[in-house]
């Protein structure tokens, strides 16, 4: 067998097992009550007691059921300077039209695993310049244009939030993974706007279709709300199911 052939094989088991990982371990969790899963800390965020500047983080964790095999749930947590406790955001469809909003406040800590999901870490910005972020993220929560409403696919949902939250504070460069679908799903019904990151530009059809070029992101492509892409500047495969494939 050639040199050729042998590359080939090993990229496509190669794939194949970075794909079959989040897969198995979706599958797994799917097959549990999502109710009896853990959503203990899981110990990235700072403690308030020992940290008095202000922070901000962002974290994703795979979504609940059979619908984690593709997708990630997304929320963002404050912590204003000498200030006890966290604040957490994030958007929820439970209740939603049976009189509960869809953003809610301090449902779990800031760093839970999300029913068994361990969350990865996509933001973490600390320091006295922090403060002016946290106004700013305020403000971003409050002018979300769907307060109470909550569509799994394709948006608004918990993605489509942060990346409101990303575009208005671009200072967070946040880089929302090709898991979070619903960041596409560009509010009001607009066809361009800025990258979640604040670093480019994208343009979508109600997030069913797009482009994204940012300097975060790289070069995204929405098919169904199905993200294709790969980042230059750490160089990465961006992904559906597997997410990110490359340098982190």
């Known amino acids: 067998m050639g040199r050729r052939p042998r590359l080939r094989i090993c990229l496509l088991l190669g794939l194949a097992v970075t794909f079959a990982f989040p897969a198995c371990a979706t599958l797994e969790r799917a097959s549990t009550n999502y109710w009896e899963l853990s959503s203990e800390p899981s110990g990235q965020a700072p403690d308030p007691a020992t940290t008095p500047e202000p922070v901000i983080q962002v974290y994703a964790a795979r979504t609940v059921g059979w619908r984690g095999l593709v997708g990630v749930h997304t929320w963002i947590v404050l912590k204003p300077a000498e200030a006890p406790t966290y604040t957490r955001y994030e958007v929820m469809g439970w209740g939603v039209g049976q009189g509960r909003p869809a953003i809610r406040v301090n449902r779990m800590g800031p760093d839970n695993l999300w029913f068994g999901s361990r969350p990865d870490r996509l933001v973490d910005r600390r320091g006295p310049e922090v403060s002016a972020l946290i106004e700013k993220v305020e403000a971003a929560v409050k002018s979300y244009p769907y307060p109470d409403r909550y569509r799994s696919w394709p948006g608004p949902n918990s993605n489509t939030f942060l990346a409101h939250i990303g575009r208005a504070v671009p200072e967070l460069r946040l880089d929302l993974p090709a898991t979070a679908i619903g960041k596409d799903f560009l509010p009001n019904g607009d066809f361009t706007a800025l990258a979640p990151s604040g670093t480019g530009v994208q343009v979508s059809l109600f997030g069913l279709a797009g482009v994204l070029v940012g300097l ?18 750490r160089p990465a495969l961006r992904l559906p199911v597997a997410g990110r494939l490359g340098f982190p």
């Open 216 to 233: 975060e992101e790289g070069l995204e492509v929405n098919l169904l709300g199905l993200s294709f892409g790969i980042d230059l500047n």
